[in-house]
Nanobody, 127 residues
Framework: QVQLQESGPGLVKPSQTLSLTCTVS??????????WSWVRQPPGKGLEWMGV???????YTSPSLKSRTSISRDTSKNQFSLQLTSVTPEDTAVYYC???????????????????WGQGTQVTVSS
């Protein structure tokens, strides 16, 4: 059974850095079969993909957040982490970590989905 659990502070002050960690059990974050993502949902809005870390530690982040986002990992603890710098109240959201799968279409195109999710953690940016 794959399980993901987010952890980190629930309140961050504006201009500070938001740091969250996802602890994975039941799978390895170094597997080549899956990748590991961060997704958030601001209040009243849809899900927003933030970024992903793959088996070799390479990361890919959303262009809209690229300058403020970094994703890292600790393979000894089977954890991966998110850092979001210079936060504003607009970064208030429920933050999720998730396992990402990849499929390949008939024409060789890649498509992605998330199959396991953490329960989510509320992060509020406020002074």
């Amino acid at each position: 059974q794959v399980q993901l659990q987010e952890s980190g502070p629930g309140l961050v002050k504006p201009s500070q850095t938001l740091s969250l960690t996802c602890t994975v059990s039941g799978d390895s974050i170094t597997t080549t079969d899956y990748a590991w993502s961060w997704v958030r949902q601001p209040p009243g809005k849809g899900l927003e993909w933030m970024g992903v870390i793959v088996f070799d530690g390479s990361t890919y982040t959303s262009p809209s957040l690229k300058s403020r986002t970094s994703i890292s990992r600790d393979t000894s603890k089977n954890q991966f982490s998110l850092q979001l710098t210079s936060v504003t109240p607009e970064d208030t959201a429920v933050y999720y970590c998730a396992r990402r799968w990849k499929g390949v279409g008939a024409q060789g195109n890649a498509y992605y989905g998330m199959d396991y999710w953490g329960q989510g953690t509320q992060v509020t940016v406020s002074s």
